[in-house]
């Protein structure tokens, strides 16, 4: 996960060199002002975010104890990503023909004789 290299202060206190034909010092006090103000609306929806998944982890876990179907709910839960079953090139070549024989059913039947 990427980490978060600027907090608001550090923003608000950066000071750019400046040049003969350099950028309105108030358009960009302003600008930053308003990025500021998205950085820390942004930082604290993150904390929200975090804590609302915090407490519905422990909801979770306390319905996995009471009952043993949702045991399995937690586990799946906490896995990142879902196992994945590899098919053969068969298996699909199988499977889309059913799939077009439930679709299209007796047209599908006529036509390969």
Not at 49 to 56: D, G, I, M, T
Not at 70 to 86: C, H, K, N, R, Y
Request: aromatic share 10%; hydrophobic share 40%; net charge negative.
């Amino acid at each position: 996960m990427a980490s978060i290299i600027f907090t608001a202060k550090d923003i608000f206190d950066q000071d750019f060199k400046k040049e003969v034909r350099g950028f309105s010092k108030v358009e960009v006090n302003e600008f930053l002002d308003d990025v500021i103000k998205d950085y820390e609306t942004y930082a604290a929806l993150v904390k929200e975010l975090r804590e609302e998944n915090a407490r519905l982890r422990e909801e979770l876990a306390k319905k996995a104890q009471e009952t043993p179907q949702a045991s399995s709910l937690v586990s799946d839960a906490t896995q990142e990503f879902p196992q994945v079953t590899t098919a053969t090139n068969f298996d699909i070549l199988k499977r889309l023909n059913r799939l077009e024989k439930e679709v299209f059913g007796k047209q599908i039947v006529d036509r390969d004789y």
